[in-house]
């Protein structure tokens, strides 16, 4: 073993995490390391020839003017104490370490940042650069990014690259080939990729398959179910979904090229759960009910389709309503589909179902219904505060497939 290149790794580790390094010591605290078992457990009393070996090693390091030895009281030159990393001689070490600097890494990774940040359009990326060229200000690497070189790239690679698309729908792997040049180098940073988009971009809490869908990245090309009398042209084609009587779908690209033609109905629904959505068009009416399966946050292509079908109803005497979980989840789904549909009504998601149905609820835990509790301070929600409350005190939410079984 290396015990030369081990020792220094070690002190250099303790001193690129020290107050000293980042500027923030009010005093002088020397970078140590105890010679403990727990500490350099490769220091054993027992084993004489590592024991000799480490003090060679240690003692050639001395004399190169990059550590001091405190030796044990009355056991100078047989038992080591401690030993300390000569700041005043750091280049050195990090020579005999074979370790590049910290501060170099952080330097080529604020380059790295700020050449990217010259070709940003949106605002999201650049705070996101922002924060992390503040966090290598203070000698920190950066908290979302991978420290690995090449790993980091890729993240800011992905990163540009969403902020590129836009609004375009894209296979995973097409994305991946398109912006980082090969069909699953995606996949080594994608849980890098979603943790800078959940709280940069969506700002939101979301699962890793839903930020995706959400920002326009698939795994396949998403099919939008729904059940309704719509009437669109297609590819010079005319398409009448009221022959459909059990529902019909369309893929996304469809979506992107349809034209609305008619829409006859008095009600558009929008269902969170598959299984809720094909209950209520087994009794629904064709000449009355709009259904749309919804899965939890709308993706681009069903945000378009929603915009299509908004933008049809506005003329028309057709109201908009959601049914989803009485939960956390199901609330901000309501909110975030009035971005959309600002008359939007909640469908089965008030008090009176929650009791209704309270023998089917699932418990609360206590940080859920802390993050329930923070809902009732904000205006946003205000349509919910009865069922949260009531929810509070019933210890439970309530998720849809609740009704229907």
């Not at 390094?21 to 054993?44: A, N």
């Not at 590049?100 to 070709?119: F, G, Y």
């Not at 529902?247 to 690209?253: I, K, M, R, T, V």
């Not at 835990?365 to 802390?370: A, L």
Request: net charge neutral.
């Amino acid at each position: 073993m290396d015990y030369k290149k081990a020792l220094l790794n070690k002190l250099l580790e303790k001193y690129e995490k020290s107050k000293l390094f980042s500027g923030k010591s009010k005093v002088e605290r020397r970078i140590k390391i105890d010679f403990t078992k727990k500490e350099f457990p490769h220091y054993d009393l027992e084993n004489v020839e590592a024991k000799e070996n480490i003090h060679y090693a240690l003692k050639e390091l001395e004399g190169e003017g990059v550590i001091e030895i405190k030796w044990a009281k009355f056991e100078e030159g047989n038992i080591v104490e401690k030993v300390f990393l000569n700041t005043q001689n750091l280049e050195k070490a990090y020579e005999i370490a074979k370790r590049e600097p910290k501060e170099s890494i952080l330097n080529r990774m604020a380059e790295k940042l700020l050449n990217l940040k010259k070709d940003v359009r949106g605002i999201w990326l650049s705070d996101f650069i922002d924060y992390e060229l503040e966090n290598i200000k203070a000698k920190n690497y950066p908290a979302y990014l991978p420290k690995e070189e090449d790993l980091m790239e890729l993240t800011l690679k992905a990163l540009k690259g969403i902020d590129e698309k836009g609004d375009e729908e894209l296979l995973e792997r097409v994305f991946s080939k398109r912006y980082l040049k090969g069909s699953k180098e995606f996949e080594k940073v994608r849980a890098k990729v979603f943790a800078v988009l959940k709280e940069f971009f969506l700002k939101e809490d979301v699962e890793d398959k839903e930020a995706f869908e959400k920002i326009g990245i698939v795994k396949t090309i998403e099919e939008i179910l729904f059940f309704g009398s719509l009437k669109v042209s297609l590819k010079g084609n005319i398409l009448d979904f009221s022959l459909f009587p059990f529902g019909a779908s369309l893929n996304s690209l469809s979506i992107k090229e349809l034209k609305i033609i008619d829409l006859s109905c008095e009600k558009i629904i929008t269902v969170e759960n598959k299984a809720n959505f094909y209950y209520l068009i087994k009794d629904a009416d064709l000449r009355e009910d709009f259904i749309l399966y919804l899965g939890g946050f709308y993706s681009p292509s069903k945000r378009l389709f929603l915009e299509k079908l908004y933008e049809s109803a506005k003329n028309k005497d057709i109201k908009f309503y959601h049914w989803g979980d009485i939960d956390l989840g199901g609330f901000k789904i309501f909110l975030k589909l009035k971005e959309i549909i600002p008359d939007l009504i909640p469908l089965y998601m008030d008090r009176e179902t929650l009791i209704k149905y309270k023998d089917l609820g699932e418990p609360l835990e206590k940080v859920y219904e802390e993050k329930l509790k923070s809902l009732l301070e904000k205006q946003d929600f205000k349509e919910f505060h009865d069922v949260i409350k009531e929810m509070l005190k019933l210890g439970i939410r309530l998720e849809q497939e609740a009704v229907i079984s």
